[in-house]
Structure formats: structure tokens, C-alpha cells
């Protein structure tokens, strides 16, 4: 009907999970599926109201409108060619992003006045940035419901699951948090300045040294993603890769050591923990009766988690680290989309309702909402 929409989702789930969620939210399940479980999703969109979730990231931003179960519209989260949008967890310029928000707006043919805006970010954003953010929303977009929530918890919910520990490693940081039955445990949480940024820099060096030219850094960026890998083994693969110009150059050690800056900074001179360190750090600060259940499940999320064979290694030094326990990674196929379905999952929720801000609640208390109803 008008009122009410409906979307299927496959998603890979804990059976156990799935019943208390089912009970808690009135979402129908099938179990007869054995690896995952087909949830359908009542999504409210009474009076006209639509939900747009986005998916502010340091590269790009990723923005769909409840009912559709995927982003429909992504943009570079840049001001100008040279220039990030979002640099290590700092909004450089708010009128570029609004700017960007009202291309999004036009780019989805939405209406601000009969839309909730969900915003989901790497929760570092400080609270004087977020006060900016709702005030863009509300006195300058014109929303009249907005939310505010952490990638890391939305990608847990992605999973089907409440509890893990989620390794977030994008262009511009990394960060480890354990979530335990859908709330952070911040004083668990583990965080570096090494991330793909610094992996794209090292191979836009080495590639130079090789060329003997000067190299983009677009250009190291998209040959990391196309041949960059994780080394597993002791074989190191060479490989001819095409330069912009149509030239070929020949690479070997420079394709497997932009990855492994990430898992040993210590070997690039830089004093950072690993990516397996800081998963084992954050599980040790952790209470000792949630840890097993940490153990048993480590979502990783970013686009500096895609190179290959990289579960398998995080997997591996881990597993060196604590010998005695079952370490499971969740190796999901596009892990830049995780954090965006996991907020479709709670936005088809009562938890939504609940924790969205509306105009009347900005205009009472700003201060308040900012700190208290954010969901992560």
C-alpha cells in the first residue's frame, strides 16, 4: 500500500540474535535457511515521510532513501581535486559540505520538509562539529528529523548481530570498537592515524623511485586497488601495471608492502600499533566475560580492508596472539557498504523512532541532543 513499504533483505545472521530481534522489533523470519536468515523489514513511511540514510565517509559519501535497500547516489567527499572533504576526523569545510548535501538532495529528487535525515559517521566527529551538522539540517536543509549514529555500531547490525568488535580501517584512520548488545564500549575502543591514506603515500613514493617521474596520488590510489595484495605467504608475485601514459613498469615487494604498513607501521618506521595488535588490545580492555564473544566475531569495514587475502592475515595474527581461542573475521564481499545497510536495519525499527531528533526537540535543547541522543 501507500502506507506501508516492503524490502527483503538476505543477511548473514546469528540464529540467536535473530529470534531476540524478531521479538523485540516484530520482523518475521524464515530459519530454514541455514547460513543466512531472510528478514522482511517493515519500513513505516506514513504521511509521505522518507528516511534518506547517509554514509558520510572520508572518500566518499554514500547516500539511498528508505525503501531502496543499497545507495543510490555516491559522491566524492572532496572540496577540489587536491582537497579532502574530511581529514583525519576533522570537517575541513562545512559550507563544501553543505554544498555537497544539497547536490545529493538534487542528485535524489528529495524533499528536505517530508524527509527524516539519517547521518552515519566514524563517531569522531567532536561535539562542536556535530552542533554545526544538526544546525546545517535543521535551519539550512530544512529537515525535520534527523539521527545521528556510529559506523561501527550500524555495521555491526549489519551482520545480523548486537555483539563484536569492529575493525574500521578507511583513507583517513583506523579505529577498533567493541560493541556489546548494541552499545559501545568506549573505554575499550583503540584508534590510529595509520590508514589508506598513509598505505596510497608509501606506494605514490616507491612508484616515483621506479618511474623516475612524478606520480599522482589518483593514480598510486587506483593501482593499490586494482593490484595491491596482502601477503600471506612467502611468494612475492611481479606484475606489469599500466601507467596513465600507456607505459608498463614492473612491481613486486612495493604492491604487497603498501598493505603491510597497515599490519606492521613499526617496519615503515612509524610508531602506530598493527591492525591485529590493535584488535587484540581493545578485546584485553574489554570486560572478561564479553571477550570470547569478541573473539567470535570481528566485523572489518573500510576501504582499506578490501585488498586481498586480507581477512586470511588478520585471521592468522590474531589467532599467533591468542593461540587457545576460535577467532572468527567476517569476510563480508563489500565492506564499504556494511555501515549503510546496517542503518537501513535500524531505521525499519523502533529504535528510530525512538533516538531521531525532531525540529521541536532542536529548538528546546541543541546542547543536549547533541550529546545524549546519538545512538553510538
Known amino acids: 500500500s501507500d502506507v506501508y513499504k516492503r524490502q527483503l533483505i538476505l543477511l548473514p545472521v546469528n540464529p540467536q540474535f535473530v529470534k531476540d530481534f524478531s521479538t523485540r522489533n516484530h520482523i518475521c523470519t524464515y530459519p530454514r535457511y541455514q547460513r543466512s536468515i531472510l528478514l522482511i523489514l517493515h519500513c513505516d513511511i506514513q504521511g509521505g515521510t522518507r528516511c534518506l540514510i547517509v554514509d558520510q565517509g572520508s572518500a566518499s559519501i554514500k547516500a539511498g532513501v528508505l525503501p531502496d535497500i543499497s545507495p543510490t547516489c555516491t559522491l566524492p567527499s572532496i572540496i577540489d581535486t587536491n582537497s579532502p572533504l574530511i581529514s583525519k576526523n576533522t570537517i575541513t569545510s562545512f559550507p563544501a559540505l553543505e554544498s555537497l548535501w544539497m547536490k545529493m538532495l538534487s542528485a535524489l529528487k528529495l524533499d528536505p520538509a517530508n524527509a527524516d535525515f539519517f547521518l552515519i559517521n566514524n563517531g569522531l566527529t567532536s561535539f562542536a562539529q556535530r552542533k554545526v551538522l544538526i544546525e546545517i539540517l535543521f535551519e539550512k536543509l530544512r529537515f525535520e528529523r534527523v539521527l545521528f549514529a556510529n559506523t561501527l555500531i550500524t555495521s555491526l547490525y549489519s551482520t545480523g548481530g548486537d555483539t563484536g568488535l569492529v575493525l574500521e580501517c578507511s583513507h583517513s584512520n583506523s579505529q577498533v570498537l567493541p560493541i556489546y548488545k548494541g ?4 573505554p575499550a575502543i583503540v584508534q590510529s592515524a595509520i590508514a589508506g591514506f598513509d598505505s596510497t603515500e608509501f606506494l605514490t613514493e616507491k612508484m616515483q623511485l621506479l618511474e623516475k617521474a612524478k606520480i599522482t596520488f589518483a593514480c598510486a590510489q587506483e593501482i593499490k586497488e586494482k593490484y595491491g595484495y ?7 608475485e611481479a606484475r606489469k601495471v599500466a601507467m596513465p601514459d600507456g607505459n608498463k613498469i614492473t612491481m613486486s615487494d612495493e604492491l604487497w608492502k603498501c598493505s603491510e604498513l597497515l599490519f606492521n607501521p613499526n617496519a615503515f618506521s612509524m610508531e602506530a600499533p598493527g591492525l591485529a595488535k590493535m584488535c587484540y588490545t581493545s578485546i584485553k580492555r574489554s570486560d572478561m566475560d564479553m571477550r570470547k564473544d569478541l573473539h567470535e566475531n570481528i566485523v572489518p569495514i573500510g576501504g582499506s580492508t578490501l585488498f586481498p587475502n ?4 588478520l585471521k592468522g595474527d590474531l589467532q599467533t596472539m591468542c593461540p587457545s581461542l576460535d577467532i572468527t573475521v567476517q ?18 525499527t523502533e529504535i528510530f523512532d525512538k533516538l531521531r531528533i525532531n525540529r521541536e526537540e532542536y529548538k528546546l535543547s541543541l546542547i543536549h541532543i547533541c550529546r545524549c541522543r546519538r545512538r553510538g
Open 230 to 236: 596482502v601477503k600471506v605467504s612467502e611468494e612475492v
Open 183 to 186: 552499545y559501545a564500549v568506549s
Open 331 to 348: 569476510d563480508q564481499e563489500n565492506r564499504t557498504l556494511i555501515p549503510w545497510i546496517g542503518a537501513y536495519v535500524i531505521a525499519c
Open 310 to 313: 586480507f581477512v586470511a592475515r
